[in-house]
């Protein structure tokens, strides 16, 4: 936790910092977010590492878009949750477990360039311990959840390299 911490007082700082910074516009391009939507990130992230894919379904909005990181596209909340279990049966695996997590709650003001988003999104580093059938693995994984204004996660962009996963699943990632 004070790791976590730490993590978002030193953002805010470099974020408070270029917002102080009189050559810039009257209004930063970001801020910190309200801690409210840390605690849903973590909530959600909570969810899909027990496989509780119930209680993550009611987090996501309709319409979320969730992006793997080979690019792959999941669109909509039933593909999201179709593939998630279908990851389940298909990799073998047992459970995730997330540690060492940093949830990091951003407003933003202006369209960033990749992906045109506005509002609010978390920045999340974790790392995730995984059981497969077959041996474990750890992963070290980075998300942003955007969240559209009724505080329901509408877009997911995952990274993480996913060679270890493969290795121990005995199954590529993303032919799931």
């Excluded at 009257?26 to 894919?53: H, T």
């Excluded at 995730?96 to 992906?115: D, F, G, S, W």
Aim: glycine share 4%.
């Amino acid at each position: 936790m004070k790791a976590r911490l730490g993590f978002v007082k030193i953002m805010a700082v470099v974020l408070g910092l270029e917002a102080c910074d009189s050559t810039k516009k009257d209004k930063a391009d970001y801020e910190i977010a309200s801690p409210v939507y840390a605690i849903l990130a973590e909530k959600s992230l909570d969810y899909l590492a027990g496989f509780e894919l119930d209680a993550f379904a009611e987090m996501l909005a309709d319409s979320v878009e969730y992006e793997l990181p080979d690019g792959t596209k999941l669109m909509g909340k039933t593909a999201v949750i179709n593939y998630w279990k279908s990851y389940q049966i298909t990799a073998g695996i047992q459970s995730m477990r997330i540690v060492n997590a940093t949830y990091l709650p951003v407003e933003t003001h202006t369209a960033e360039k990749t992906t045109k988003r506005l509002g609010t999104k978390v920045v999340i580093g974790l790392t995730n311990e995984m059981v497969f059938k077959h041996k474990n693995t750890v992963v070290k994984m980075n998300f942003c959840l955007h969240f559209n204004q009724e505080k329901l996660i509408d877009h997911i962009d995952s990274n993480y390299d996913q060679t270890l996963i493969c290795l121990v699943s005995h199954k590529s990632i993303f032919s799931l």
